[in-house]
């Protein structure tokens, strides 16, 4: 059973920065896709950053594209979210996702296996 947990949200001013981290206990970490979604309130959950199974592959949502960078350190079993030049629009409850299948990037919810129970950022302008 993969267990996802997420952490480092908080309130931040715009312009700051904020890094999430996802804790998995998953046996073969390195061998799954990983991503960050979140959901705002009204609002479906949308897509973030997404990465590869090894890690050289990312993939980012166009509103976060050069503000936001995906990794990963397997060796640690966890994925990280940088989020520099915060705006009030990225407000919302971040999620942490394992994919389904490791070769396919985790760019959409269908894609995704297992889902972490969030962690609130919200950005004040």
């Known amino acids: 059973q993969v267990q996802l947990v997420e952490s480092g949200g908080g309130l931040v001013q715009a312009g700051g920065s904020l890094r999430l981290s996802c804790a998995a206990s998953?046996?073969?970490?390195?061998?799954?896709?990983m991503a960050w979604f979140r959901q705002a309130p009204g609002k479906e959950r949308e897509f973030v950053a997404a990465?590869?199974?090894?890690?050289?592959?990312?993939y980012y949502a166009d509103s976060v594209k050069g503000r936001f960078t995906i990794s990963r350190d397997n060796a640690k079993n966890t994925v990280y979210l940088q989020m520099n030049s915060l705006k009030p629009e990225d407000t919302a409850v971040y999620y942490c996702?394992?994919?389904?299948?490791?070769?396919?990037?985790?760019?959409?919810?269908?894609?995704?296996?297992?889902w972490g129970q969030g962690t609130q950022v919200t950005v004040s302008s």
């Open positions: 990465i590869s199974w090894n890690g050289p592959s990312t």
């Open positions: 998953i046996r073969t970490f390195s061998s799954y896709s």
């Open positions: 996702a394992a994919g389904k299948n490791p070769l396919v990037p985790v760019t959409t919810t269908q894609r995704v296996g297992s």
